[in-house]
């Protein structure tokens, strides 16, 4: 495509030509590059990401993990990168810089780096500032010393291509897709039950100790493909033996928002996870495969709404001449697979009546307030997520957590969030922006608001007691061995007297 374009003006016919600006090719990450290349990555939790390296190394591939941002890593990214970037930026782009810097120090020539390692990341064209993400990544490489440092972009609705050119070394094939996809569904699962029982544990550090010896046991099984159900099964039972006080009071708080903030477990959110667990709370994350369900909704909707006008549709993913009803029903069955997929590893993992977002719903209750068309960050499912969590009492306090000035999130979300708090005068809610700094004044906002959703959780709990008549003092060797049990409020330890 030429850079140049030349333009007439009719007012004063005179010709111009205009040089429009462009991101520079780098070298392409071709396929007899793979055996010499690493491939470095990172960005979800630090389960998800230790075994989707694990995973992705079975594949033949030399693949490494980054370290969970941190303060480093903000700095770095801030000293290189441009101004007004978002937070996931800054802090992955450093965190990435902080790695090249550290193999600098041990020995590896610059040039080495730039021609052996390339970086992955996930993109799309936005609309908000994540459409830019990787020409900051490069500017930032650049102005670090690392001019012609490849990153290779993860297009979320198109699969993978690189943002330099398409000839990649990935091989995008089925195999690829389904390995990381089981990696993604058992790490959140693992998550999540660490988030649900280590709140109750009786000996502090049991839960943290048996998914360190899980992750180890399954990192193994990744890297040598050996069978999975054998461990899976094992990581139950040794969940199962952890020692648990459920008549322990403590609010459910959903940590919701913009993908990246809330998905970090680092100095990216202020370690808010581990910060509401040290102040009482029981921490409802959101699993990266809510993410990909999302994306399959988004697929069905656009179909859908595009269908009536399928003849003018001839753009580059118009509908003109192609099936858009076997489409839909292609992402509805993928729909159905990902669930399937994902409730199999969870009976596996023990992980009881736990139901994933069902996209429709959320989708429904939000656009009353927030209209589904409206893309960007997590779209309506902010919105979607707080009403349904005081709708169906999933949670007693709902956090909101994006970087500073995050558009979809801070911008638009918030605002009808503020809407959404005068109508359900209920719902305990609280939006955090975070830029690297001021956690200190983040974390009292975060305790002032808890101190309302424990009061909510108590009231749940003592109405529990009331509907069911136990007595306080027989309850808990009643309920010691139990692991699961039925969702009725947001509080667990209520969850259990309904339930038992
Ligand atoms: S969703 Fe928010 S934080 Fe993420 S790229 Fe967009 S504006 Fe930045």
Request: charged share 25%; glycine share 8%; aromatic share 10%.
């Amino acid at each position: 495509m030429s850079n140049q374009t030349k333009t007439n003006h009719k007012c004063d016919d005179v010709s111009e030509v205009r040089k429009h600006w462009y991101d520079p090719v780098y070298r392409h990450f071709s396929k007899k590059e793979k055996k010499t290349t690493t491939i470095l990555f990172g960005g979800l939790t630090m389960l998800h990401d230790t075994l989707i390296e694990a995973a992705i190394r079975s594949l033949g591939y030399n693949i490494k993990a980054l370290d969970c941002p941190d303060i480093t890593s903000l700095q770095l990214g801030r000293e290189f990168g441009n101004r007004g970037q978002c937070n996931p930026t800054y802090f992955t782009v450093g965190n990435l810089i902080k790695y090249l810097k550290q193999l600098e120090r041990e020995g590896t020539s610059k040039e080495e780096i730039i021609k052996n390692y390339v970086f992955v990341t996930s993109g799309s064209c936005g609309p908000c500032r994540f459409g830019t993400y990787v020409t900051e990544y490069r500017k930032a490489l650049r102005d670090a010393g690392f001019d012609g440092f490849r990153v290779l972009l993860f297009q979320q609705q198109e699969g993978l291509k690189q943002a330099t050119g398409d000839d990649n070394g990935l091989e995008l094939n089925t195999t690829f897709f389904t390995t990381v996809l089981k990696t993604v569904f058992i790490s959140d699962i693992l998550n999540i039950i660490g988030y649900r029982i280590r709140p109750y544990e009786k000996e502090p550090g049991t839960t943290n100790k048996v998914i360190q010896q899980c992750k180890d046991k399954l990192y193994e099984t990744f890297l040598h493909r050996k069978p999975l159900m054998p461990v899976l099964l094992s990581c139950k039972k040794e969940f199962q033996k952890i020692k648990v006080d459920w008549t322990k009071i403590k609010p459910k708080v959903s940590v919701i928002g913009e993908f990246w903030a809330m998905t970090t477990e680092g100095d990216g959110n202020y370690r808010l996870q581990q910060f509401l667990e040290s102040e009482g709370a029981e921490v409802e994350v959101q699993p990266v495969t809510a993410w990909i369900l999302f994306l399959i909704w988004e697929g069905r909707f656009d179909t859908r709404r595009r269908l009536n006008l399928k003849q003018f549709d001839h753009g580059k993913f118009g509908l003109a001449g192609k099936k858009p009803r076997q489409r839909i029903l292609k992402l509805s069955l993928a729909d159905r697979a990902v669930r399937v997929m994902f409730q199999f590893y969870a009976k596996l993992l023990g992980l009881h009546y736990y139901e994933l977002p069902d996209m429709d719903e959320l989708a429904k209750y939000a656009h009353r307030y927030y209209d589904n068309h409206n893309r960007g960050g997590e779209g309506h499912m902010e919105v979607g997520k707080l009403l349904l969590n005081v709708i169906k009492k999933k949670a007693n306090m709902t956090i909101s957590v994006k970087p500073f000035g995050c558009m979809p999130s801070s911008g638009v979300s918030d605002g009808v969030q503020s809407y959404i708090t005068e109508k359900y005068p209920e719902a305990i809610f609280l939006p955090i922006e975070t830029t690297g700094d001021g956690a200190v004044n983040v974390y009292s906002r975060v305790q002032m608001m808890l101190f309302k959703a424990k009061q909510a959780a108590q009231k749940e709990y003592e109405d529990a007691m009331h509907a069911k008549q136990k007595k306080q003092h027989k309850l808990n060797e009643q309920v010691a061995s139990k692991h699961c049990f039925k969702h009725v409020v947001a509080c667990s330890a209520a969850n259990v007297i309904y339930d038992h």
